[in-house]
């Protein structure tokens, strides 16, 4: 089944400005919050260095990740998953990108800068293997039903 | 002797080994994790023979990264 993932707008437009701040280097970070029957729901969107510093490449700093999950066992929040920029290119998956998937039970957004407008795209990565999932971005008016 | 493993403490026997740790853990793909042992990354080559003690807290952490 298809899993649902939940963003609000303001994290989402927080990803967004990160990113163009970042641009033309690829930017990344971790999301955490809660899981239910209705799916993922985005709480915190976290914001870590690119220690590769490139364009075409991004790894997590591993210190600020240990940071980050120990933030989010203190928030109380679970870790769902990772996000990252395609500057040039689309919020899809690279090879690189898929082979370098090593967690089964996370989610990978990918949020793409190649058109004028971004898109943001979530994925489920297992053995080689992507689905999309159902990403919905919601706000006050519009609440994750 | 106690382990606080992912923030939750345990209780586990004497000497135990990383390895025998990561595989009660059922860690999923551990050759792509890396692991902190009060807040140390422990090496790659150092993995094997690293000997739990009492009061060690432990965090398993995927490698996340990409490309283009």
Known sequence: MIKRVYIHSRDYDSIVRYGREHLPKESCGLIAGSEDERGRHIKKVYYLTNVDDAEDHFTLDPREQLEAVKDMRKEGLKPLGNWHSHPESPSRPSDEDIGLAYDPNASYLIISFMAESPVLNSFHIEKGEVTKEDLRIYNDDYPDW | ?68
């Open chain 2, 1 to 68: 002797m106690k382990i606080t493993v992912a923030g939750e403490s345990k209780e586990y026997k004497d000497g135990l080994t990383l390895p025998e740790l990561i595989e009660l853990e059922n860690v999923e793909m551990p050759e792509y994790v890396t692991v902190s042992i009060n807040e140390e990354f422990v090496e790659s080559a150092a993995k094997e023979s690293t000997v739990l003690k009492d009061g060690d807290n432990v965090e398993f952490l995927y490698f996340m990264g990409g490309g283009r």
